[in-house]
Antibody
Framework: QLQLQESGPGLVKPSETLSLTCTVS??????????WGWIRQPPGKGLEWIGS???????YYSPSLKSRVTISVDTSKNQFSLKLRSVTAADTAVYYC???????????WGQGTLVTVSS | EIVLMQSPGTLSLSPGERATLSCRAS???????LAWYQQKPGQAPRLLIY???SRATGIPDRFSGSGSGTDFTLTISRLEPEDFAVYYC?????????FGGGTKVEIK
């Protein structure tokens, strides 16, 4: 049974870079042939896919965020990470990491972490 | 990018009633890659249905999914008190994922 846990600062200043890490337990990040992804949810709003990465390091991003996002994987630590540059208040959200298995459905989720962008 | 539109935005029903939720795509979606999620306040989404009609592990059989092409449906045959929540559809295609805007199922 996979378990995912997000970690990182809960407060980021405008124009700075948001950095989060997802630690995977209960399985090896490199044993999955599917995606590891980041999804966010602004307060009171719906879900937005940010991007996903294969264990090989091939990453795919939402077109609306592509210019500001980098997702990377560290198989030695069984972690994958998110960097979102030049943040504004509109990036305030609960950020989830998740695993998408067969049929590309997100079957395992972290509990989510609230990141607030404010000076 | 494929856009998913969910309707209605809010569904007001009583326990024991049948709920029918719609997810319409802006272009054809592979049935293999259409999923439904349930989200309760303060919780992460939970996978209900994948491949348009297959229930995820541990999901009661009162939840069913159907559809193909651009029109998909999630049906809850008889609403239980714990089913009142927000439901999202999601698709995968061309190395990209998108979510619908959600349908809130509330107690009437």
């Amino acid at each position: 049974q996979l378990q995912l846990q997000e970690s990182g600062p809960g407060l980021v200043k405008p124009s700075e870079t948001l950095s989060l890490t997802c630690t995977v337990s209960g399985g090896s990040i490199s044993s999955s042939s599917y995606y590891w992804g980041w999804i966010r949810q602004p307060p009171g709003k719906g879900l937005e896919w940010i991007g996903s990465i294969y264990y090989t390091g091939s990453a795919y991003y939402s077109p609306s965020l592509k210019s500001r996002v980098t997702i990377s994987v560290d198989t030695s630590k069984n972690q994958f990470s998110l960097k979102l540059r030049s943040v504004t208040a509109a990036d305030t959200a609960v950020y989830y990491c998740a695993h998408s298995g067969s049929h590309y459905a997100f079957d395992y989720w972290g509990q989510g972490t609230l990141v607030t962008v404010s000076s | 990018e494929i856009v998913l539109m969910q309707s209605p935005g809010t569904l007001s029903l009583s326990p024991g009633e049948r709920a029918t939720l719609s997810c319409r795509a802006s272009q054809s979606v592979s049935s293999s890659y259409l999923a439904w999620y349930q989200q309760k306040p303060g919780q992460a989404p939970r996978l209900l249905i994948y491949g348009a009609s297959s229930r995820a592990t541990g999901i009661p059989d009162r939840f069913s999914g159907s559809g193909s092409g651009t029109d998909f449906t999630l049906t809850i045959s008889r609403l239980e008190p714990e089913d009142f929540a927000v439901y999202y559809c999601q698709q995968y295609g061309s190395s990209s994922f998108t979510f619908g805007g959600g349908t809130k199922v509330e107690i009437k």
